[in-house]
């Protein structure tokens, strides 16, 4: 009975894998010849902040990394996000506001 039970729920257990690999992704892909931005937070916990947001050549390290593991070829800007492209605010920001702004990276081919 034991052997009965246990087989009809490994049946259960690959069907549902086999469901699930045949089922289709919604993962849709950007044009290749168009750009795409992403906002990140600054405090995002891996502490590339300061490289992205001075754009020294470790921000250019840092942003192609992202591009490429977001399916793009390489970052084609990089730095701290312009306030109105994420609040839609034109107001100038107070010093801790300033320090929580996103960052901002364009990817292209």
Same mark, same amino acid.
């Given at each position: 009975m034991r052997r009965a039970v246990a087989f009809v729920g490994l049946l259960g257990?690959? %069907?549902a894998g086999i469901s699930l690999s045949v089922?289709?992704?919604s993962h849709t892909a950007a044009a290749a010849n168009e750009p795409r931005t992403f906002l990140i937070p600054a405090s995002d916990g891996y502490g590339v902040?300061?490289?992205i947001s001075?754009? %020294?050549e470790c921000g250019k390290i840092v942003a192609n990394a992202w591009c490429e593991?977001?399916?793009f070829g390489k970052a084609v800007a990089f730095g701290v996000a312009?306030?109105?492209d994420f609040t839609g605010s034109?107001?100038?920001p107070s010093p801790a506001q300033a %320090?929580?702004?996103p960052l901002s990276i364009t990817c292209g081919e």
């Amino acid at each position: 009975m034991r052997r009965a039970v246990a087989f009809v729920g490994l049946l259960g257990i690959v %069907a549902a894998g086999i469901s699930l690999s045949v089922m289709p992704t919604s993962h849709t892909a950007a044009a290749a010849n168009e750009p795409r931005t992403f906002l990140i937070p600054a405090s995002d916990g891996y502490g590339v902040a300061d490289c992205i947001s001075s754009k %020294a050549e470790c921000g250019k390290i840092v942003a192609n990394a992202w591009c490429e593991s977001q399916g793009f070829g390489k970052a084609v800007a990089f730095g701290v996000a312009a306030r109105e492209d994420f609040t839609g605010s034109v107001t100038k920001p107070s010093p801790a506001q300033a %320090a929580e702004q996103p960052l901002s990276i364009t990817c292209g081919e």
